[in-house]
């Protein structure tokens, strides 16, 4: 075997500026929350500079450098901003400790191909940057009212308790305002009984709609996959719109079957789009041997397409049942007092008595999904197995 290439240690002219740019950009929140942001700018872009110079001029022992800078960005955390700014702190020496010698020794193109530009290099990380800068501007309200939903005081902010880390600042006052209320429990009591039922419908209706639209035969079949689809790009407020004037010249307005029907409409989509994407993979040799060997299309159905379909059902049900236990805006339209759920009541909680309670039911229903999103993710990979889209 050729021994290694070394990576080539990169000039300062390139790694340098790089650093300082991140600095800068660390620098703007940090003076914007001292109360000026442009000269967080300027200082986080010179400092970072002049520490990239002394850790790869002045002293080249990575490790002790990398420790040095991690401690130095925690104790100026810890003036700045106590025991939680000695957290960030530390945080953002560690990374910039790492971030200057990963550029500095080269091995930001270690993983990647020898032939590609510099161009090319540059859009490949500055993609997954502005990826990551995505990510964190959707999650970062999620990650805030988590913690406040501990606060012990009815407030909507952090207070200086719970900025010290004192233990007084937290409480589980709010989750167990939230299990003895008897407006929340009939809440998720209604949200309970609606999600389910409505799932097991959209699932039954997508599953079968899905696998007749995947034949060939079928006419119209993208003018049909449109029309199902569409309450999932139509702006929810009109599908809410047309679903209570139809449901009131029906007599289905204000009843639980009206608000079941309108979130099966709703989550069907989902279903559809799962269950023809796990049918792309499907060989339907199978479905014709099971027939020349006597077996009904019931028969088939359960006992050959459902095993090997049966990830992309589950997913798109699960998709469903989320659609369902989220939506606020269909049931507000076609639902009667008697049908308030969950996010309903969190509608009402901010709109006529703004209760802390409601952090406490965002972070529940933030950990459900999570569980329900990690399934589907394992469902996902374990029909690619299946299908042998993807090793054991």
């Given at each position: ?5 070394p990576i080539?240690r ?22 914007t929350a ?7 700018i ?10 990239a110079?002394?850790?790869t ?6 490790k ?12 100026g955390?810890y ?10 702190g530390?945080?953002?020496g ?18 990647l191909?020898?032939?590609l530009?510099?161009g090319q290099?540059?859009?490949?990380f500055a ?10 501007f ?23 308790e ?6 007084a ?8 305002d939230f ?6 429990q ?16 959209s699932v ?5 709609a899905?696998?007749?639209l ?7 079949r993208?003018l ?9 790009i ?7 719109a047309?679903m ?7 007599g ?14 709703l989550?069907?989509p989902?279903?559809i789009?799962?269950?023809t994407?796990?049918?792309v ?20 159905f ?17 998709f ?13 339209f ?11 009541q ?16 965002a ?30």
């Amino acid at each position: 075997m050729a021994a290694l290439t070394p990576i080539s240690r990169t000039p300062v002219t390139f790694y340098v500026p790089v650093v300082a740019a991140a600095g800068a950009f660390a620098g703007l929140f940090v003076g914007t929350a001292q109360g000026s942001g442009l000269l967080g700018i300027i200082a986080g872009a010179a400092l970072m500079a002049v520490l990239a110079l002394a850790m790869t001029r002045v002293i080249e022992n990575e490790k002790t450098m990398r420790w040095a800078i991690a401690a130095l960005f925690l104790a100026g955390g810890y003036l700045l901003g106590g025991i939680p700014g000695a957290v960030m702190g530390g945080a953002f020496g560690w990374f910039f400790g790492w971030f200057t010698y990963w550029l500095y020794e080269g091995r930001y193109r270690a993983k990647l191909p020898p032939y590609l530009t510099q161009g090319q290099v540059l859009w490949h990380f500055a993609f997954r940057v502005i990826c990551g800068a995505i990510l964190v501007f959707l999650i970062t309200p999620i990650l805030v009212v988590m913690p406040l939903s501990f606060n012990s005081q009815n407030f909507f902010t952090f207070t200086p308790e719970m900025l010290r880390f004192d233990p007084a600042g937290y409480s589980l006052r709010h989750y167990r305002d939230f299990f003895t209320s008897d407006d929340w429990q009939q809440a998720l009591r209604n949200s309970v009984m609606i999600a389910p039922v409505a799932t097991l419908l959209s699932v039954s209706f997508g599953t079968l709609a899905a696998i007749g639209l995947s034949s060939e035969h079928v006419p119209f079949r993208r003018l049909i996959m449109a029309i199902l689809i569409s309450p999932m790009i139509v702006p929810l407020i009109i599908s809410a719109a047309g679903m209570y004037f139809f449901y009131s010249r029906i007599g289905l307005q204000g009843t639980y079957f009206g608000v079941v029907l309108a979130h099966a409409a709703l989550g069907i989509p989902f279903v559809i789009i799962t269950v023809t994407a796990t049918l792309v993979g499907f060989d339907r040799s199978l479905t014709r041997a099971a027939a020349n060997m006597g077996a009904d299309p019931v028969t088939t159905f359960f006992r050959v397409q459902m095993p090997l379909i049966l990830p992309g059902v589950v997913s798109g049900g699960l998709f469903a049942f989320i659609t369902s236990f989220d939506e606020v805006v269909v049931v507000l339209f076609v639902g009667s007092a008697g049908q308030k759920t969950l996010p309903w009541q969190m509608f009402t909680g901010l709109r006529e008595q703004i209760s802390p309670t409601i952090l406490a039911v965002a972070t529940i229903l933030v950990g459900i999904s999570i569980c329900l999103l990690t399934v589907v993710e394992m469902l996902r990979r374990r029909s690619e197995r299946l299908r042998g889209m993807s090793p054991e």
